[in-house]
T-cell receptor, first 114, second 109 residues
Framework: IAGITQAPTSQILAAGRRMTLRCTQD?????MYWYRQDLGLGLRLIHY???????GKGEVPDGYSVSRANTDDFPLTLASAVPSQTSVYFC?????????????FGPGTRLTVL | GQNIDQPTEMTATEGAIVQINCTYQ??????LFWYQQHAGEAPTFLSY??LDGLEEKGRFSSFLSRSKGYSYLLLKELQMKDSASYLCAVMDSNYQLIWGAGTKLIIKP
């Protein structure tokens, strides 16, 4: 693994189903993020984690949950998917800690909820 | 509220120069980032400005004026591979990135 990986690449999901998007990084970054990207809108932060064991809510957290059991993994769960959650989801990580660092992005998961 | 504005789309000619503007109003300011995003791919980091002035990095330069809430990305000697969306993002007082919707740059031969 080099950088950040996400799985699945794409998924079609029936409304009401539960879904977990996976994200793994091998850069030993402290901070990780989940964004959604919709046409005509900027990336919007769903949840973030500044370090393993801690998480926080972003701009659009409703309907999503995350966990950060270790440094490398940051899964995003949709408990009961709705069509408005159709989007491209990007996981990102940054060095975190002191100072300001750029975020590195995974390849994204394209999710369609029908 | 927080707001990042950038043009939706721009067109330029191969070999030319293009300037992509970004204006912002945010709760606090801890720097401004530019990212490049090719269609269907992830955003990749281009530049970071926290002090006023111009930062040059090869064919790409980024400018910041904090008093005006304004930045631009300057791309010189345009190549076809520069066709992409360019995303402006500001780090606010909570150290979260607020993103613009992106500017789609179309390069014509």
């Amino acid at each position: 693994i080099a950088g950040i990986t996400q799985a699945p690449t794409s998924q079609i999901l029936a409304a009401g189903r539960r879904m977990t998007l996976r994200c793994t990084q091998d850069m030993r970054h402290n901070a990780m993020y989940w964004y959604r990207q919709d046409l005509g809108l900027g990336l919007r932060l769903i949840h973030y984690s500044n370090t393993a064991g801690t998480t926080g809510k972003g701009e659009v957290p409703d309907g999503y949950s995350v966990s950060r059991a270790n440094t490398d993994d940051f899964p995003l769960t949709l408990a009961s998917a709705v069509p408005s959650q159709t989007s491209v989801y990007f996981c990102a990580s940054s060095q975190g800690g002191g100072g300001i660092h750029e975020q590195f992005f995974g390849p994204g998961t394209r999710l369609t909820v029908l | 509220g927080q707001n990042i504005d950038q043009p939706t789309e721009m067109t330029a000619t191969e070999g030319a120069i293009v300037q992509i503007n970004c204006t912002y109003q945010t709760s606090g300011f801890n720097g401004l980032f530019w990212y490049q995003q090719h269609a269907g791919e992830a955003p990749t980091f281009l530049s970071y400005n926290v002090l006023d002035g111009l930062e040059e990095k090869g064919r790409f330069s980024s400018f910041l004026s904090r008093s005006k809430g304004y930045s631009y990305l300057l791309l010189k000697e345009l190549q076809m591979k520069d066709s992409a969306s360019y995303l402006c993002a500001v780090m606010d007082s909570n150290y979260q990135l607020i993103w613009g919707a992106g500017t789609k740059l179309i390069i014509k031969p």
